[in-house]
């Protein structure tokens, strides 16, 4: 399992944990999704090579958020 840190514009409220929570964690090969609207991060544990990292950026932009980086 690895660990990713993805900074992410746009969340500001629970609606916005749960949409990215619930998209990310559907995901294959994820096993936590944690959501920091403060830090404007969100960190996945995952296994890389069911859902890379690039996947799981696509899908939180897929939720109407930006990427930063």
Request: aromatic fraction near 2%.
């Amino acid at each position: 399992m690895e660990e990713s840190v993805i900074g992410v514009e746009g969340m500001s409220c629970e609606h916005c944990v749960k949409a990215i929570t619930g998209a990310v964690g559907a995901l294959p090969g994820v096993g936590g999704v944690s959501v920091d609207l403060e830090a404007k991060t969100v960190t996945v544990t995952h296994d890389p090579a069911l859902s890379a990292a690039d996947r799981i950026r696509a899908e939180i932009e897929d939720q109407g958020y930006d990427v930063l980086g």
